[in-house]
């Protein structure tokens, strides 16, 4: 384990032992062994007789959580099942039924796992991964009550002023530093005229015996769209950059079956390349994929890039991404800042940073779409100083009671939003 890993342990450790229950956000960057603290906080569950369960957003994140945990808990004598709403009835009942008997010891799975339906025999710890992307009402099924100790966690690093801000009232865990045996991703910057040496220094990737992903744009809107633009990419660079090569696709139009046989033909080298869409931004782990191509890279986010990016790098090779956009001239200048920024920098926390710079506050990690409150009148950046003293200040208060000052400045506040 490296330092901040065992101090994040340490951290859960001690609010597992309090009697309030834990309520603690672990942030780490891409790679930097955050999964491997969460399951030690479910098996702290397990250890105690009681259960534990993990939730991700999409089955694709689920499963692949389900197969990183599955050694470990098979070697530990652990019992754990998977349970997304793509299991078939019966067996997703019978899954169901292990866990209401506490046969099952671990749970993994999406939203699924907080439905009425789903009953646990004795639940003790959550782990709830990337939780700012459910929605409204599974965030609200998990903060009614039922599960004692809940850890919050995500591979999206938060700029810390905005955590003070978005996630004010949780613990903040953070794991800064990759494993000492990954070396840093060596990013490029190159434009469509150039799009052909990415193709060659792909290509001599995979003459190595190295795996490589080409990540899509986001050109269509719905899905299918997006489904059908991957197919017909995948299927012109297996007649063209790619002839000779094994070439797979993945996207969000596959039934989970077929994802997961996708992915494990790519884990078991059969495969050369996986053509994707954003699909794999999360979760996905090769250890043999050393380089990426992420095509029109100016139509992604800063953070979703670097997301992309960790994708590769997972094990002791060096690793590449290569960006590729149209002319410099052509692009938005937030564009080229993004771009340049991915180039200059590999520290996911440093980058959040830099997104709220480029994008404020109200609009970073998608945080619209995720039902956070717009942040109207504080400038972040600048208020971090303010922002701290004024957490400080709001937790000195006893339970329930509201400052005379923020009274009167909410009264004016409604009186305002009548005239």
Known sequence: LTEHQELAISEIDADLARTT?????????VGSGKTVVALYALLRAVEAGRQGALMAPTETLAEQHFLTIEGIC?????????????????????????????????????????QREVEFADLAVAVVDEQH?????????????????????T???????LALTVYGDLAVSEIAEPPASR????????????SSEAYTRLRAHLTEGRQAYVVCPLIEESATSVARAAEQEAERLR??????????????????????????????????????????????????????????????????????????????????????????????????????????????FELAERDLEIRGGGALLGARQAGFTDLRFARITHDRELLGQAREAARSLPSGTMAPEVAELLGEAEHLGES
């Open 21 to 29: 229950p834990m309520s603690r956000l672990l942030q780490g960057d």
């Open 155 to 161: 591979a999206t690093p938060i700029p810390r002023t």
């Open 183 to 194: 070396r840093p991703i060596v990013t490029a910057w190159v434009t469509d005229e150039r």
């Open 133 to 153: 992307r459910f929605g409204v009402e599974q965030r609200s099924a998990l903060a009614d009550g039922r599960v004692p100790h809940v850890l919050h966690m």
């Open 239 to 348: 007649e063209g950059e790619l002839r000779g090569f094994s070439v797979g696709c993945m996207h969000g139009r596959l039934k989970p079956v077929d994802r997961r046989e996708l992915m494990a033909r790519f884990k078991a080298g059969e495969l050369d390349v996986l053509v994707a869409t954003t699909v794999i931004e999360v979760g996905v782990d090769v250890p043999n994929a050393t380089i990426m191509i992420v095509q029109e890279a100016d139509r992604f986010g800063l953070a979703q890039l670097h997301q992309l990016r960790g994708r590769v790098g997972r094990g002791t090779e060096q690793s590449y991404c290569l960006l590729v956009s149209g002319s410099k001239d052509e692009l938005t200048e937030s564009a080229r800042e993004r771009l340049q920024a991915l180039v200059d920098s590999t520290d996911g």
């Open 74 to 114: 098979a070697e530990l004598g652990v019992s754990f099942v998977l349970l997304t709403s793509a299991l078939p009835g019966k067996e997703h009942a019978a899954t169901r039924a292990r866990i209401a008997s506490g046969e099952a010891q671990v749970a993994v799975g999406t939203h699924a796992l907080i």
